[in-house]
């Protein structure tokens, strides 16, 4: 079964307009983080936003917020007032308290489009 | 930025022969790993590494070796190159396994196989 699930392969915003990227998670574990990385077209992939399992508050780093749902085990990226920069693909992952050796499991990814 | 790269970033090569990549950090991190990313996959996990001489298998490890010699180094390795591992490849380094601290990736390399 998929662990993390971004069921949106692509999305589109207007500038300046806040824009939510999906992301579903599944794990048995208690202890556990979730991290969003933005891939632009230059292909490097640019860590953005951490959140831990046992953290009771949303995290925000700037523009970028985390709708954290533990019960529903979602995990949505908010990016507020999109601007061109911000068009690239956006991946969801998780690192399990039990995993180890520190695997990051990614999703498919979502590919935004901020249009002027 | 953190001081990852990568070498070759591109290379073109034919079935069945060795290729190796080389991961080159800066910031004296004892975590590195080795994924490749494929459409509709994300990234998985082949290799990684928690210190010199010290590697373990990821996920999609059939077909790869590595090695770490040095703590600056993590070079990946495909002994007999086939299309299946046409790919970009991403190194990353972390400090520790501490679940929140975040890894960071280098540039990528393009690799194809013909």
């Known amino acids: 079964a998929q662990k993390i699930t971004q069921t949106q392969p692509g999305m589109f915003v207007q500038e300046k307009e806040a824009v939510t990227l999906d992301c579903t998670y599944d794990?048995?574990?208690?202890?556990?983080?979730l991290f969003w990385y933005k891939q632009p077209s230059s292909g490097e992939m640019i860590f953005l936003i951490y959140?831990?399992?046992?953290?009771?508050q949303n995290a925000t780093e700037g523009r970028y917020s985390l709708n954290f749902q533990k019960a529903r085990k979602s995990a949505n990226l908010v990016i507020s007032a999109s601007q061109l920069g911000d068009s690239a693909m956006y991946f969801c992952?998780?690192?399990?308290?039990?995993?180890?050796?520190?695997?990051?499991?990614f999703g498919a990814g979502t590919r935004l489009a901020v249009h002027p | 930025d953190a001081g990852i790269t990568q070498s070759p970033r591109h290379k073109v090569t034919e079935t069945g022969t060795p290729v190796t990549l080389r991961c080159h950090q800066t910031?004296?991190?004892?975590?590195m790993y080795w994924y490749r990313q494929d459409p509709g996959h994300g990234l998985r996990l082949i290799h990684y590494s928690y210190g010199v001489k010290d590697t373990d298998k990821g996920e999609v490890s059939d077909g790869y070796s590595v090695s770490r010699s040095k703590t600056e180094d993590f070079l990946l390795t495909l002994e007999s190159a086939t299309s299946s591992q046409t790919s970009v490849y991403f190194c990353a380094i972390s400090e520790s396994f501490d679940l929140n601290k975040a890894q960071y990736f280098g540039p990528g390399t393009r690799l194809t196989v013909l």
């Open positions: 794990t048995s574990d208690q202890s556990y983080g």
């Open positions: 992952a998780m690192r399990e308290g039990s995993g180890g050796y520190n695997k990051l499991i």
């Open positions: 910031e004296n991190h004892r975590y």
């Open positions: 959140q831990g399992s046992y953290d009771e």
